[in-house]
């Protein structure tokens, strides 16, 4: 991203991890005395007023990306294309098919303005790049976006979009070590990360990814 490559060539100072997680716990403070959970790591909200379009993508559930530049994430029947999207995205129709017959795809619209609206007003959409993700991919994303939530990744939503349970799909020896280090929990509910997880969440998704 822009943000950083300005820090790899010096345009940023980033703050050390002692300053950074002090000033993460000091928000965690200020906030709950005013009743504003994190129900994601960066995101506060009181109770039943969590912002439903965050959930969305936190949860790995489809999202259509539409204006320039804009990235989506659609489960589509397979052999679905960009040219079959426009009711799609439009009326946000998605195949209700069973999983096997069904492919989590990336979508990426024209980044500049100008050609995104030239390519919508001749195609009826802007996508320049669709991706169908493997079952890997999804794995992973979708863990790296639930593992930001307080509540975690659900086991019944986690089955209903890879096709596999949690135990089948992770890496039990890099799994347990951060259960016993209190990184992370797993229990019939799902897999979530601790506060003292959330608070190492990089470190902690690259030892339990690879």
Request: aromatic share 6%.
């Given at each position: 991203?822009?943000?950083?490559?300005?820090a790899?060539?010096?345009?940023?100072?980033?703050?050390?991890?002692?300053?950074?997680?002090?000033?993460?716990?000091t928000?965690?403070?200020?906030?709950?005395?005013?009743?504003?959970?994190?129900?994601?790591?960066?995101?506060?909200?009181?109770?039943?007023?969590?912002?439903?379009?965050?959930?969305?993508?936190?949860?790995?559930?489809?999202?259509?990306?539409?204006?320039?530049?804009?990235?989506?994430?659609?489960?589509?029947?397979?052999?679905?294309?960009?040219?079959?999207?426009?009711g799609?995205?439009?009326?946000?129709?998605?195949?209700?098919?069973?999983?096997?017959?069904?492919?989590?795809?990336?979508?990426?619209?024209?980044?500049?303005?100008?050609?995104?609206?030239?390519?919508?007003?001749?195609?009826?959409?802007?996508?320049?790049?669709?991706?169908?993700?493997?079952?890997?991919?999804v794995?992973?994303?979708?863990?790296?976006?639930?593992?930001?939530?307080?509540?975690?990744?659900?086991?019944?939503l986690?089955?209903?979009?890879?096709?596999?349970?949690?135990?089948?799909?992770?890496?039990l020896?890099?799994?347990?070590?951060?259960?016993?280090?209190?990184?992370?929990?797993?229990?019939?509910?799902?897999?979530?990360?601790?506060?003292?997880?959330?608070?190492?969440?990089?470190?902690?998704?690259?030892?339990?990814?690879?």
């Amino acid at each position: 991203t822009p943000f950083a490559a300005r820090a790899r060539a010096g345009g940023l100072a980033p703050t050390n991890d002692s300053s950074a997680a002090a000033l993460y716990e000091t928000t965690q403070e200020v906030m709950e005395k005013v009743g504003m959970y994190a129900y994601e790591i960066s995101s506060h909200a009181n109770k039943g007023a969590e912002s439903r379009h965050n959930l969305t993508y936190w949860r790995y559930e489809d999202y259509a990306g539409i204006g320039p530049g804009a990235h989506g994430r659609l489960t589509l029947a397979c052999g679905s294309t960009a040219e079959n999207l426009v009711g799609i995205t439009s009326g946000m129709t998605l195949h209700k098919k069973s999983f096997w017959n069904r492919a989590k795809t990336a979508l990426h619209r024209i980044p500049a303005p100008g050609a995104w609206l030239a390519a919508v007003e001749k195609t009826g959409h802007g996508t320049c790049e669709e991706t169908p993700l493997d079952g890997d991919q999804v794995v992973t994303e979708m863990l790296l976006m639930g593992l930001r939530l307080s509540a975690g990744v659900e086991r019944a939503l986690f089955h209903g979009i890879t096709g596999q349970t949690l135990p089948e799909a992770l890496d039990l020896e890099r799994l347990n070590p951060l259960i016993s280090r209190g990184f992370l929990e797993l229990d019939e509910a799902g897999l979530r990360a601790t506060a003292q997880g959330q608070q190492r969440l990089d470190g902690v998704l690259a030892a339990l990814l690879g």
